[in-house]
């Protein structure tokens, strides 16, 4: 079974960027649709972002939209999320999940965090002046 590694994760002011990528920690993620979700204490798990694979779509949390873009990189088989415009309230655990199998992110259903059993470890994020 794939493992997900999230990296990127940090401490940046309002209106900065960070890039986070997803990788498996062995392999690639060429066969797996790939969730972003973040979360904060208390509360729970946010869709974020959602890339297909192949050439089938990304859809975002509108929120994000036009903030966020997320990628996948066929060269090397990682998923990235360009978050720029970061506001406070972005502060939160950001998360890459999958399925297996998993292929297509499916319009409205993507965001469903339960259908996801395979999760990297997460990596924080913290936008404060």
């Known amino acids: 079974q794939v493992q997900l590694v999230e990296s990127g994760g940090g401490f940046v002011q309002p209106g900065g960027s960070l890039r986070l990528s997803c990788a498996a920690s062995a392999g690639t993620l060429d066969r797996y649709a790939i969730g972003w979700f973040r979360q904060v204490p208390g509360k729970e798990r946010e869709g974020v972002a959602c890339?297909?694979?192949?050439?089938?779509?990304?859809h975002y949390a509108d929120s994000m939209k036009g903030r966020f873009t997320a990628s996948r990189d066929n060269t090397n088989g990682t998923v990235h999320l360009q978050m720029n415009g970061l506001k406070p309230e972005d502060t939160a655990v950001y998360y890459c999940?999958?399925?297996?199998?998993?292929?297509?992110?499916?319009?409205?259903?993507?965001?469903?965090?339960?259908?996801?059993?395979?999760w990297g470890q997460g990596t924080q994020v913290t936008v404060s002046s």
């Open positions: 999940a999958t399925a297996d199998p998993y292929y297509y992110c499916a319009r409205d259903a993507w965001r469903r965090y339960r259908d996801y059993d395979i």
């Open positions: 890339v297909s694979t192949g050439v089938g779509g990304i």
